[in-house]
């Protein structure tokens, strides 16, 4: 009878255990990452889930790190022109992305900046930040531009002495992978995390949405302009006031117009996009604070990005989001 009784009890024990959020976290991509998830009865623990996210950021730190020599990008960055390398199939289509993304701007954005990040102080072989010459600046623009390269079967090849850089696309590529992976381990809801991108799926065990805080573009402290309930989306901001430096009382960010072959010039100091792709947003969210206000708007609104662009003015900021930005917070 006593077994009976504490088999029973064992039952109820279990059946009164409820969902519980789960948190984890460490060190990511030169930054960092962190996971919050709804642990259903039987579901993975943290351990568990930690081991596998971290597999994928270490295989995105093997591909698209600049700043490890053995990486995929590190290899073909070193090759010299009229050169081809063969490359895993995802990063030809993150190459693909950046493609698109160059030709929607006519080269503003461009994943072969690398020559002008180094130049000007902001990539892995620079010394230090400084506005460089202006024949060092002409020279390191030959080479740079998208029109280089060109894929062929499973190889990326150049046709000049062009480097890659995935920054402003890998990390929101990363969280698609985590979000995939994490269903596929039979979490349902969570918020995925990596160096401030994001993806968050489904519900709080409360049941209410994740609600993520967008950030005042401001240098000295960390001030929420904006809290936001998000369910299936990915939410990626670019801004221009975490890395820059200041020269003779003139302000230069790591964002760079590769047409021109420096950094961007404008009021634009941050801007928010909303997508069902991490990747996506984290991709349009740089190449709109590229275009600036108003190259900006006109690209986000013609192209329906739910998108919000935070602008300087006196005395503050002014933010505008777009229609689509509105339909999507109404989960719509």
Known sequence: MRIALLFILMLLTACNQGPTLERLGGPAMGSSYSIQYVREA??????????????????????YSTYRGDSAVSQFNQLPANRCLALPSDMLELVAFGQHLAEQTDGAFDLTVEPLLDLWGFGPQARHEQV????????????????HLRVEGQALCKDAPVQLD???????HAVDLIAARLRAMGIASFIAEVTGELKAVGRKPDGSLWRIALELPREDRQIARQVIPVDGLGVSTSGDYRHYFEQNGRRYSHTFDARLGRPVAHDLAAV???DASALQADGYSTLLLILGPERGWDFAIAHDLAAV???????????RAT???QRALKGR
């Open 42 to 63: 039987g579901g993975p623990a943290p351990v568990q889930v930690q081991a596998a996210v971290e597999t994928i950021l270490q295989d995105i730190d093997q591909h």
């Open 132 to 147: 460089p010459e202006a024949q060092a600046l002409a020279t390191a623009r030959l080479r740079v531009g998208y029109q």
């Open 166 to 172: 995935f920054n402003s696309i890998a990390a929101g």
């Open 272 to 274: 928010t996009v909303l």
């Open 309 to 319: 662009l935070v602008t300087r003015a006196e005395g503050g900021f002014v933010s």
């Open 323 to 325: 229609p689509a930005y």
